[in-house]
């Protein structure tokens, strides 16, 4: 499967952004599908996950009450709804996808494919 993320882009403090993850090649219903972010010198970080077919999602500790993760099986595409956006929140944000079902799906090394990144920077 190929992903490709898209969304991304400069919003104010307090703002809101859907990235988008499409993905070709594959049903992407089939796949597990995890968002990280990764900061200027800092590690990939965590962001969010859904299990295929949707049936369990997970947010790290920095998002959670902030985002949702969703899927649309039509479009083939993952989506992350971030609201109330800080300038913490500012990286470059990557969709993942993995066919496993073993682990907890919250470390990079739990997805095997990868999208290119989108930009989100948010300005105080």
């Known amino acids: 499967v190929q992903l490709q993320a898209s969304g991304g882009g400069l919003v104010q403090a307090g703002g809101s952004l859907r990235l988008s993850c499409k993905a070709s090649g594959s049903t992407f219903s089939r796949y597990y599908v995890g968002w990280f972010r990764q900061a200027p010198g800092k590690e990939r970080e965590f962001v969010a996950s859904i299990s295929s077919f949707g049936h369990n999602t997970r947010y790290g500790d920095s998002v959670k009450g902030r985002s949702t993760i969703s899927g649309d099986n039509v479009s083939n595409k993952a989506y992350i709804q971030m609201e109330d956006l800080k300038p913490e929140d500012t990286a470059v944000y990557f969709c993942?996808?993995?066919?496993?079902?073993?682990?907890?799906?919250?470390?990079?090394?739990?997805?095997?494919?990868w999208g290119q990144g989108t930009q989100v920077t948010v300005s105080s």
């Open positions: 993942a996808a993995s066919l496993s079902s073993r682990g907890d799906h919250v470390q990079p090394t739990d997805y095997v494919y």
